[in-house]
């Protein structure tokens, strides 16, 4: 398949990544296209694009759930987790724990997606002030 008809296709239905060859899978602008429509489609990315902020944004932002086939650097990355969690509380489940201890990333995380975000942040913070305030409580 060509990389044009593959980032066509990824674009109808990027969940369908796993299905290209290997070295689309390692091509940044197909798999852009299929996990802004299918943020899942990130497990079936090569390994580099893992690790590729931009890719794994977009996958975080239309599926929270795509979190899990971060790269573990991106994964304990402060300043990238918190503007995930500013875009899409719920990715924060696959964090390391030191970051979902982080106030700024529960803030951002609870501002986003409201109290489902309560149960992936640290136990810690449940009852912080703060983020009972955001949350009306």
């Known amino acids: 398949m060509k990389k044009k008809d593959a980032i066509e296709l990824m674009y109808e239905d990027g969940c369908k990544l796993g299905d290209l060859s ?3 899978r390692k091509d940044s602008e197909v798999v852009m296209a299929a996990v802004q429509n299918c943020g899942a489609a990130l ?11 931009d890719i794994v944004l977009a996958a975080a932002s239309n599926d929270g759930m795509a979190m899990k ?9 402060k300043d990238f987790v918190l ?9 924060i ?5 030191k970051l979902k201890k982080d106030k700024d990333i529960a803030i951002a995380a609870v501002e ?6 309560l149960d992936l942040i640290d136990e810690s913070l449940r009852e912080d002030e703060d983020i009972l305030n955001i949350l009306g409580q």
Do not use: C, I, P, W
């Not at 497990?43 to 902020?53: H, I």
């Not at 086939?69 to 990355?77: G, I, K, M, R, T």
């Not at 489940?93 to 724990?97: G, I, R």
């Open 22 to 24: 290997e070295d689309l």
């Open 43 to 53: 497990e079936y990315a090569d390994k580099s694009l893992q690790d590729d902020r």
């Open 69 to 77: 086939f971060a790269s573990s650097s991106l994964l304990n990355d």
């Open 83 to 91: 503007e995930v969690a500013q875009d899409n509380g719920t990715a």
């Open 93 to 97: 489940e696959f964090v390391s724990e």
């Open 112 to 117: 986003s997606v409201g109290e489902e975000a």
